[in-house]
């Protein structure tokens, strides 16, 4: 057995599971057109590894804010099923499927919250994920996210201590991811793929080549 670690936004899903989350939730007007201004130039900061990932997670909440999961339960199921499954690239889950069948472990790594996270496991099947973590108060309310982010070297961490905490090792290990922001974790691999390579990840085209990793698309 040997663990598989893939990355979701870009890599696993054609697309931004925020992105889907905010579009279900237009959809269910429970926000409006208005609070996606901050969305469009976080995506090119996360991309080019400069975005302030605690502010980024503090505005993702706010429209649950005060909600627990049981109360987000409609929106939740909505959202896996008809926003994030037909973005789920089919050379992605056939790959997860064979390494399934292998006998091997597949792993989610994201910055992306926890809550959503949890829905493209779902869906593809995988035996455990890291993400950032939503923290809840003594109701189970939403009210904030933890600091320990599944992001650039905090995904290193979180992977490790997973390990740890499972006793894993990464003997035999793949990562996949798409831009700067997996880098530490696909130093931390024994075999490393970048993923659907373009115009906002340049730069981990070449550390790829350099370190002779394999380039991959996933369509």
Same mark, same amino acid.
């Given at each position: ?19 889907? /989350? /905010? ?18 130039? $976080?995506?090119?900061? /996360? @991309?080019?590894?400069?975005?302030? !990932? ?24 909505? +959202?896996?099923? &008809? @926003?994030?499954? &037909?973005?789920?690239?089919? =050379? ?6 064979? @390494? ?8 989610? =790594? ?10 493209? $496991?779902?869906?593809?099947? =995988? ?8 923290? +809840?108060?003594?109701? &189970?309310?939403? !009210?904030?996210? +933890? ?28 990562? +996949?991811?798409?831009?700067? &922001? ?17 115009? @906002?990840? =340049?730069?981990?085209?070449?550390? $790829? ?8 698309? /996933?369509?």
């Amino acid at each position: 057995m040997a663990l598989m670690i893939f990355d979701i936004d870009g890599t696993i899903l054609n697309g931004d599971s925020n992105d889907q /989350f /905010f579009k279900c939730l237009l959809d269910h007007r429970i926000i409006d057109e208005s609070f996606l201004e901050f969305n469009k130039t $976080a995506g090119e900061k /996360f @991309y080019q590894g400069t975005l302030d !990932i605690l502010g980024y997670y503090r505005y993702v909440i706010k429209p649950i804010a005060g909600k627990t999961e049981d109360e987000l339960r409609d929106v939740l199921t909505d +959202y896996r099923e &008809n @926003y994030l499954k &037909n973005k789920i690239a089919p =050379a992605a889950s056939e790959l997860i499927r064979k @390494y399934h069948s292998e006998g091997h472990m597949v792993i989610l =790594a994201s910055a992306t919250m926890d809550l959503l996270v949890k829905q493209t $496991a779902m869906l593809v099947g =995988a035996d455990d994920y890291i993400a950032t973590r939503i923290k +809840y108060d003594d109701k &189970n309310r939403i !009210i904030d996210v +933890y600091p320990d982010f599944c992001h650039q070297e905090g995904k290193r961490k979180r992977l490790l201590k997973l390990c740890s905490e499972r006793n894993w090792d990464l003997k035999g290990s793949h990562g +996949y991811g798409d831009t700067i &922001n997996d880098l530490a974790m696909l130093q931390t691999v024994e075999t490393a793929h970048v993923v659907n390579p373009g115009k @906002y990840n =340049a730069n981990m085209v070449n550390i $790829a080549r350099e370190k002779n990793w394999d380039i991959l698309s /996933f369509k």
